[in-house]
């Protein structure tokens, strides 16, 4: 294993001390319980959106607390949940007396502490509102995950949920536009290589030079097959055209695209992913009217790519278009 | 070899056709001869800003044409010069009557053809001048290189320069400053794996398991020494005071930074380098004022990073600040 560390068991604090000394405008760091908040939080009268999960896959979730997106990420160690302590006080952190909205990747550990947390903080009068997201449509159920895994489509909750608290709505408001972008929402990803865990030192997986793996998880968990590597543009037919039908998309849908990278693969490729993909929206006369292409929820090193697409009406397009100020995503400020 | 691609020798061309596409707002391509060019090029009055390369070190130089950076980028094949051609056609699509800045890696391959294509141009009438960048601290010469190789401080060049052209500076004007930032920045790079030419299909060079590149070139070329791998912190040390020492940056300077990836060097990574280079700079009295942490230059899917750091004065400061709006780099619009 070869990265730009120290210890292993260090390089969740050491990289959270990188990214709050860089982003010291935005952030801060809570140290114990373990959490990045935003630097003016609580924003009184704004619902607070927190969410957090396994490090090693940033930008998420660390990388979008700011303004017009998260109000406060709880890191677990890497590929790790975050504990209820942590969610607690964060919760706690940045509520402004309009109450806070967890969003929720689904797998059992998140799930089962982001709940626990909750019932802690309803204990403690603050009202606390979960959107589970649950976009992966390569498998039913997964290594850690009952039902589908949380993949993209939560870069885009935390996104468009973000707006509506910084424009205003209500707790109940941002939780059902949160849960319309996770019912509206579609992914799966790929792998050309594993990701290595540091304190594992090796790769999760073993996959040979002529395979890859069909509908990765973002944990390096088995996808739905495992096939040979195969010319960009059928990859991302097959993908592209999983993701469509599982919905339905349809003719005439105007969506938002993600085409995000695991880590490890270059921008030259991602663009080009981009290309291939837009061309069997056309085929198929789905309109991507938005879209970002690059590294915004990753597997620490591994190569491939995942594609989320999300229908998407005036109001969450407007969404969408509001300023953003993160150090993972940034326009309009 | 495993990458996103089709057949190698279309992968640039495939993934500009992805880049315009998801940027039809800011960006045109021009086929033939190949350039990128901000879509309302050219801006009369405005001095044009063009650069360009080899491919292969997105979001460098194509991610980079929009507004208030570069008016017009070349991309040449993966790490292969763009030819005069391209370079003229780009320089004549950009010119506002103001006359064009053209910036310049220190590549014996670039340098040749920028001058060709500059001369060409003041032919046709039109004002060229140019900027050589050549911040690499690690070798006096190098593969492709008569002098230190162009590297980081090219992104922080095209920045300044794209900023002090939008506010109406003009070209002597310009091109001193880019010429002041070249003089006032130093990088060096450090590899952990080789990057893999598409074309070539093969690691460009060997290197174990145990051991990495320290003064790296963004191409793969060989560096100062070939050493085992080290704690991040350490290699971090010796990477910012080869930098502080050569310019050399003294105590009370201010800077601006530039954490950048190699491509295949994650996120959760680079904050820690972040961290431990501002820790080098607080000892040395060195101020880091600015920062930009990510993927700005890279080499396909290597692993590995370099560190820039930018003597920065008032009125570099500003000229940073400013909004941008490109692909790669976006801040106040």
Not at 14 to 26: C, F, K, M, P, T
Not at 143 to 154: H, N
Not at 285 to 292: A, D, M, S
């Amino acid at each position: 294993m070869k990265k730009l560390i120290n210890r292993p068991e260090n390089i969740v604090a050491e990289s959270l001390a990188g990214l709050v000394e860089a982003h010291s405008d935005l952030l801060r760091l809570c140290a114990d319980p373990l959490f990045v908040v935003r630097r003016d939080a609580p924003v009184v009268g704004k619902v607070g959106i927190v969410s957090g999960g396994g490090s090693g896959h940033e930008p998420l979730h660390v990388g979008y607390v700011g303004r017009g997106m998260l109000d406060a990420a709880c890191p677990g160690d890497v590929f790790t949940s975050p504990n209820p302590d942590q969610i607690q006080a964060a919760t706690k952190a940045v509520d402004g007396g309009a109450g806070v909205l967890h969003i929720i990747k689904n797998y059992a550990g998140d799930v089962m502490n982001f709940e626990m947390a909750a019932e802690l903080c309803q204990a403690e009068g603050i009202q606390v509102e979960a959107v589970l997201i649950d976009d992966d449509v390569a498998v039913k159920d997964s290594l850690y995950t009952a039902g589908r895994r949380g993949v993209g489509a939560t870069v885009l909750a935390e996104k468009i949920c973000g707006a509506a608290s910084e424009r205003g709505d209500s707790l109940s408001t941002v939780a059902a536009i949160g849960k319309k972008v996770n019912q509206q929402a579609r992914s799966i990803g790929i792998a050309l290589t594993s990701c290595t865990v540091p304190a594992a030192g090796k790769p999760t997986f073993d996959i040979s030079d002529q395979e890859m793996e069909f509908g990765i998880g973002i944990h390096g968990e088995p996808g739905r097959s495992r096939m040979e590597v195969k010319p960009a543009g059928e990859v991302v037919r097959m993908m592209t055209e999983e993701v469509l039908r599982d919905l339905p998309f349809q003719a005439g849908d105007s969506v938002i695209a993600l085409i995000n990278g695991m880590g490890g693969t270059p921008l030259i490729e991602l663009y080009l992913v981009f290309s291939e993909m837009a061309e069997v929206c056309r085929r198929e006369k789905v309109q991507v009217v938005r879209r970002l292409v690059g590294n915004y929820i990753t597997s620490l090193d591994m190569a491939g790519c995942s594609i989320t697409l999300l229908r998407a009406d005036d109001e969450l397009l407007a969404l969408w278009d509001a300023p953003v100020l993160t150090p993972g995503l940034r326009w309009g400020l």
